[in-house]
């Protein structure tokens, strides 16, 4: 799952570099970041990979697959309307993108300050059962 992760990752920084649009490429940089976030945090507690199957199998593939759309219509000189409001739609899709990775992230975390939460609340009542408080 890692080194598949780290493959997509190189896999958007390579179409990234490709995007002439310095706006673009931000709002994928900052998808990146997010996305390394995540797979860190699989790092420190591999049991998240499975709650995040969804984003490892779905919404990372197909987002990689509309960075690399977006970039290959881009290169392409055929101005017309039609492929200036598909590559607007793309645009506006990266900042979804972002907030849903952003959220996917901060469940993984919810889910870590819950799983602390019940180790305290474990600790303190065997203090208390055994009168060390």
Not at 63 to 74: F, G, Q
């Amino acid at each position: 799952t890692m080194k598949d992760g780290g493959e997509k990752v190189k896999a958007l920084i390579d179409c990234s570099k490709d995007i002439k649009d310095p706006k673009v490429r931000s709002k994928i940089a900052r998808i990146i970041e997010v996305i390394k976030s995540i797979f860190a945090n699989f790092e420190k507690d591999p049991k998240d990979i499975k709650q995040a199957k969804q984003f490892l199998s779905y919404y990372l593939d197909t987002s990689i697959t509309i960075v690399r759309k977006y970039r290959d219509l881009s290169l392409q000189n055929v101005q017309s309307p039609e492929i200036a409001s598909t590559l607007a739609k793309a645009e506006l899709m990266l900042d979804s993108i972002e907030k849903a990775f952003e959220k996917q992230h901060a469940r993984l975390l919810r889910d870590d300050a819950m799983d602390l939460d019940i180790e305290i609340q474990t600790l303190e009542r065997t203090f208390n059962a055994e009168d060390l408080k």
